[in-house]
């Protein structure tokens, strides 16, 4: 492999880490579009999920993030 194409690897998986968010261990969320856009949306899941946790006690399902 030469170079270019070991960073143009990088580069890609760089890409697509920052497209696959993490909600909690058993909880990921894929979005596409803005960058900006995507990270506002993990952020404001995010918040819900330790609000839900807090609440309940407990790890929120996927059914009940959509919600």
């Known amino acids: 492999m030469t170079p270019e194409s070991v960073c143009l690897i990088y580069l890609m998986i760089q890409i697509i880490g ?3 968010l993490e909600i ?21 899941l995010v918040f819900r999920h330790k609000l839900y ?10 059914e009940t993030s959509l919600r």
């Open 18 to 20: 920052q497209r696959i």
């Open 24 to 44: 909690h261990d058993k909880l990921f969320l894929g979005l596409s579009g803005l960058g900006s856009d995507a990270q506002t949306l993990h952020q404001r």
């Open 53 to 62: 946790q807090l609440r309940e006690e407990r790890d929120m399902k996927p």
